[in-house]
């Protein structure tokens, strides 16, 4: 068995970096108390959890007129409802629509709308009304955690049990298969297998050579993909601050502050912008300045260190380009077709999870689905 790995890292969109005396995920960071597969896998491997004291699905919205978070927490209940009175029509039964035309105010629906296109990392005029119930906009009051020392140290410690069998910077550019053989080509490595697991975001696969070609339902299915934009920033406090979670409506972004493994405050504000539009209004192609100067406004409560910083883009990774996949009401994913072997090739990530797509929890899920999928086939 290889890994072959395009990046010189593990871990893909799971990346974790010490910082301010802490650990900060630049990719997915919130571990939720569903996670039943993360939770086993870190159990098996010894990892233990950090409660991180940050209320994931309990945003207090500021920036728009005023909205309180019991008449959120009013709101979240309802949306079921919301979600069961638009279906089809022109505008597709996406989000934006089905709030336009709730009973909500629009200072409320508004707020929701902002909510659910920050952590869907998509528009809400092309959001499919799933997007009311799927993992990725979660509402309510639950606790979160992370992977003491960093999410990635679940990467790590898989590699590390493999060995030798895990090679970094090597991305595929052709994959030959029959029915029986896979023949993989890189730059500077060329080898075969029995099957192999393909594990590229739909956004890039089109860089491997499949041959022959793949067929139509899956080639259609990955185009049909939409994936979303987003950006972390990460800035030092000077003193630390209990955990919080705050949504600015307007900006479509929020920020958050939590504790550490020994249960103190971390000394740095994270804060996480969804949707294209947002991320050019805060101009992080041009540098952090904009999006710290709308922090230290929207959090004069914060005593920021605004010269010790992070930004990390999603757009700038050349094997995605993008943040996670999104339900798009116009171009809908198929689920089944993502999901289905090829042959001897089977395939993952976290397009292909599901109700679980864009989760961490998915991509492991659809992990297991895929071995699953080889080992039913070699039976």
């Known amino acids: 068995m290889e890994v072959l790995e395009a990046r010189d890292r593990v871990g893909g969109r799971v990346w974790s970096q010490p910082f301010a005396g802490g650990v900060i995920e630049r990719g997915a960071e919130f571990v939720l108390p569903d996670y039943s597969e993360m939770l086993a ?17 309990y945003r207090e919205p500021r920036g728009g007129e005023p909205v309180s978070l019991a008449e959120l927490a009013g709101a979240y209940g309802r949306l079921s409802t919301i979600s069961s ?21 629009p200072r409320i629906a508004e707020a929701i709308c902002a909510r659910l296109e920050v952590s ?16 990725a906009g979660s509402f309510g009051e639950f606790d979160t955690y992370t992977v003491t020392g960093g999410n990635d140290r679940l990467a790590q410690s898989l590699a590390l049990a493999l060995g030798d069998a895990v090679r970094l910077s090597i991305p ?14 890189a730059d500077g490595f060329e080898g075969t297998a029995d099957a192999a ?19 139509s339902a899956k080639r259609q299915a990955l185009d049909a993909v939409r994936l979303g934009q ?3 920033l990460f800035v030092k406090l000077r003193e630390p601050a209990p955990p919080s979670a705050v949504l600015s409506v307007p900006e479509r972004y929020w920020c958050y502050t ?14 996480f912008a969804g949707t294209q539009t947002a991320l050019d209004a805060l101009n992080v192609h041009g540098g952090p300045e904009r999006w710290i100067a709308s922090l230290a406004r929207l ?8 010269e010790t910083h992070v930004l990390a883009r999603w757009d700038d990774d050349p094997w995605v380009r993008a943040s996670y996949s999104a339900r798009s009401a116009s171009s809908p994913m198929d689920t089944e077709a993502l999901a289905a072997p090829v042959g001897p090739l089977a395939f993952a990530g976290e397009h292909t999870a599901g109700a679980w797509h864009g989760l961490m929890e998915g991509a492991l899920r659809s992990g297991r689905r895929a071995a699953h999928d080889l080992l039913s086939r070699s039976a």
Do not use: N
């Open 230 to 232: 987003a950006a972390k």
């Open 41 to 57: 896998l870190a159990e098996r491997l010894h990892l233990p959890l950090a409660r991180k004291g940050t209320m994931y699905g």
């Open 299 to 306: 959090r004069p409560d914060l005593a920021l260190e605004p």
């Open 85 to 105: 009175t638009i279906s089809g029509g022109d505008d597709h039964g996406t989000v934006r629509a089905a709030l336009a035309r709730s009973d909500l105010e």
């Open 258 to 271: 939590q504790i550490g493994a020994g249960g103190d405050p971390l000394p740095f504000v994270g804060a």
């Open 172 to 185: 595929v550019h052709t994959i030959a298969w029959t029915a029986r053989q896979v023949r993989v080509e």
């Open 197 to 215: 697991v393909i594990t590229v975001p739909p956004s890039v696969t089109g860089r491997i050579a499949f041959d022959p070609p793949l067929p």
């Open 120 to 135: 869907c990392t998509y528009p809400a005029s092309d959001l499919d009304l799933s997007a009311l119930s799927e993992g």
